[in-house]
């Protein structure tokens, strides 16, 4: 309503303020080991999105672009200049303020030591795999397996390719231009992003991103990124060097005469087919001396590759939009590896060590760890304190309060197939319809559960869409009595019914 927007205003202001007080208040706690330190570093995060999100729903009450807040204020001063009305005005405002703060508790001036600050202390939940040990090395096992068994890759050990995983520009680019390059390099930068969130979660990845950018743009201009030299300054146009003057030959003869490769190089320089007898290709290119490209029969032109497209008059120009976008994924992929050089030359120490490390050695190492996580979980045995009543996880303890509205685990989702069975978020709610509950109650009125039906709780629409699902696969049925066809000794064409008919009588 546009009568509390100042009151939004106003708690917008104070949470933003609580929240800032919060982080310094966070970072007076000098943490006790590198894990404490990372928890903090999220915590702080959360904090920092929570004033991003505040501060930009203020961006747009300031706006004003409706007049609402402008209204607001009008009315404050009630509803004439001599003023007869304004404490009318005043105490229909402090009403709608009542009646908002009863609608909205959640709106109210809280103490900073109570639940709202208690929600920011939760310890995040952070995904590490095993290998990576709590953020100390780097997985680059999946990666280096894709690695060795492609061809733009080359057998090494392990070790060798944690050093050389980040520098692409020593493959050599005819390599590079496959899907597989692509899609590896791709989930290699996505990876990598990945790590940097939950091991650095202060980095403003966008500010290093938009640096790169703008560097990868004026090298790439000038033709001077790595390991993909020159491709910007040809901006997309053909190269002179394999373009043949042909202001020097008369005939066709004689352009015979600089021979098939060159004849070749030429022709795939201005799009046209390079196949055929060294004469169809003279002639080929000799037809471009008096007509324009633009002018030639498609006929004559190479059926686009990939990264090559037509115009509308036939001519073949090379798009440099995907070459462009692989040299930028290697340069972000390059800066992130410098951001990760301690971790880099950890994760391979740690593997040269495991490699010369016997099995007994690994397990003692195991169960040292073991032992380390047992006396950092002696807290377990306390009583678990949720007064938000957020549900448990794998670990027993309660969920953190942003996981919990991120997956939107206060929502309820009823079936009524399944039973009117609840399922609490939209990701349990979306996964049900492959559950056991929901398919059984699918084959109990007789549907099969395809993709047809997802997000279809209500039986009624069920059957409905199963009707029409039923009446348009009908104009289609096979039907064997009538299209099956059946052939006597004789070699007489019979359908299916008509077939066995006549069989039965003996007359077959």
Same mark, same amino acid.
């Given at each position: 309503?546009?009568s ?19 982080i ?16 903090q ?45 304004v ?98 390099i791709?989930?290699l930068?996505?990876?990598l ?6 091991t ?11 640096k ?68 169809q290709?003279?002639?080929r290119?000799?037809l ?41 994924v ?28 016997? !099995? #007994?050695?690994? %397990? /003692?190492?195991q ?6 996580? +047992?006396? $950092?979980?002696?807290?377990e *045995? @306390? ?37 009117n ?10 996964r ?33 869409? !199963? #009707?029409?699902? %039923? /009446? ?7 039907r064997? +009595?009538? $299209?099956?066809?059946?052939? *006597? @000794? ?19």
């Amino acid at each position: 309503m546009s009568s509390t927007l100042l009151e939004v205003t106003r708690g917008s202001h104070e949470e933003v303020e609580r929240l800032e007080r919060l982080i310094v208040k966070e970072f007076q706690n000098e943490p006790a080991s590198s894990k404490d330190r990372l928890y903090q570093s999220h915590r702080v995060r959360f904090m920092i999105d929570h004033i991003v999100s505040n501060t930009d729903k203020l961006v747009e009450i300031y706006e004003d672009k409706d007049n609402a807040r402008k209204d607001e204020i009008a009315a404050l001063g009630g509803q004439t200049a001599t003023g007869t009305n304004v404490f009318s005005a005043f105490y229909d405002r402090l009403k709608e303020i009542r009646e908002y703060h009863r609608r909205h508790p959640s709106a109210r001036v809280v103490d900073a030591g109570e639940e709202y600050e208690q929600m920011f202390k939760e310890d995040p939940v952070l995904d590490f795999s095993g290998e990576e040990g709590f953020g100390r090395y780097l997985d680059l096992h999946e990666f280096y397996n894709r690695y060795v068994n492609s061809k733009f890759g080359e057998p090494m050990e392990y070790t060798a390719y944690v050093e050389v995983f980040s520098q692409l520009h020593k493959i050599p680019r005819k390599r590079k231009m496959t899907r597989q390059y692509r899609e590896y390099i791709t989930e290699l930068l996505e990876y990598l992003i990945f790590f940097l969130e939950r091991t650095e979660p202060l980095q403003d990845l966008d500010r290093i991103f938009s640096k790169v950018v703008a560097e990868f743009e004026e090298q790439w201009e000038n033709g001077e990124v790595e390991g993909w030299k020159n491709e910007g300054r040809e901006n997309g146009h053909v190269s002179q060097d394999n373009i043949i003057d042909l202001d020097y030959y008369s005939t066709v003869e004689e352009l015979m005469e600089v021979g098939p490769e060159k004849l070749k190089e030429a022709l795939a320089a201005l799009g046209l087919k390079t196949g055929g007898t060294v004469l169809q290709r003279a002639e080929r290119l000799f037809l471009t001396k008096s007509t324009p490209l633009e002018k030639l029969d498609k006929k004559h032109f190479a059926k686009p590759p990939r990264g090559l497209e037509q115009n509308g008059n036939g001519n073949v120009q090379f798009q440099k939009q995907d070459v462009k976008e692989l040299a930028l994924v290697e340069a972000k992929i390059k800066k992130l590896s410098e951001l990760l050089e301690e971790i880099i030359i950890r994760t391979k120490e740690n593997a040269v060590k495991k490699q010369g490390m016997t !099995w #007994e050695e690994l %397990q /003692q190492e195991q169960e040292e760890e073991d032992v380390q996580g +047992d006396t $950092e979980s002696d807290e377990e *045995d @306390q009583p678990i304190y949720n007064p938000l009543k957020l549900p448990l996880g794998w670990d027993g303890k309660p969920i953190p309060y942003w996981l919990y509205k991120l997956h939107g685990l206060g929502q309820e989702f009823k079936c009524e197939i399944c039973g009117n069975h609840s399922y609490w978020g939209r990701r349990a709610f979306e996964r049900h319809f492959k559950e056991w509950r929901h398919q059984h109650g699918m084959r109990c009125l007789g549907i099969p559960n395809t993709k047809n039906f997802n997000e279809i709780t209500s039986i009624q629409d069920a059957k409905n869409l !199963w #009707e029409k699902i %039923q /009446q348009r696969q009908g104009l289609n049925k096979w039907r064997p +009595d009538l $299209e099956e066809e059946y052939e *006597d @000794q004789e070699g007489n064409i019979y359908n299916k019914k008509t077939f066995t008919d006549l069989q039965r009588q003996g007359l077959i």
